[in-house]
């Protein structure tokens, strides 16, 4: 009996004493590395993708005078300040899931509502604040302009955050 008490306490005592342990709130990573002034070297190795030939990708990256053009969006006056505003106006966007694969890009895959389609954009921010956009459908041939309109979108909202601060 005595044996498996202490069994049963030492199985039941880590998980009772992690229930009552209060929650420890992890560091941002992001918010540290640039408080402290540190721009890490991954920031000038990012790239945008090159849009295939299809038409349906649209990205600063491309030629001026291709219909593939957009023009970078502009959120703030620095690196921090344009991932911070990204990461705003991305909470509040519907169907979309992001990632941040490194300090200064930010992956997001936007689903269609009717039939589930999947887009994908890539922002990189640069020191000065401005955002190197490629936004295109995974699938299909044409987006009947769905991804020019989303970048449009992501500079209407961005324009609203930074008047706002």
């Known amino acids: 009996m005595w044996i498996r008490a202490s069994l049963l306490t030492l199985l039941l005592l880590p998980t009772v004493a992690l229930a009552e342990s209060p929650a420890v709130e992890q560091p941002n990573v992001l918010d540290a590395a640039l408080a402290d002034n540190e721009v890490l ?6 790239a945008l993708a090159p849009c295939p030939g299809s038409p349906n990708c649209v990205s600063s990256a491309a030629a001026p005078d291709s219909d593939q053009y957009v023009e970078p969006l502009q959120a703030g006056d620095t690196l921090f300040g344009a991932i911070k505003r990204l990461t705003v106006v991305l909470a509040d966007m519907e169907r979309v899931t992001w990632t941040q694969p490194s300090p200064n890009h930010i992956h997001a895959e936007f689903k269609s509502s009717l039939f589930g389609f999947v887009d994908d954009v890539d922002l990189i921010a640069a020191e000065d604040g401005s955002i190197a956009v490629r936004s295109a ?5 044409w987006d009947m ?12 909202r961005l324009s609203k955050v930074n008047s706002q601060i």
């Open 41 to 46: 070297e991954t920031t000038q190795q990012a």
């Open 137 to 141: 459908s995974r699938t299909g041939y």
């Open 145 to 156: 302009g769905v991804n020019r309109k989303r970048v449009e979108e992501l500079r209407e």
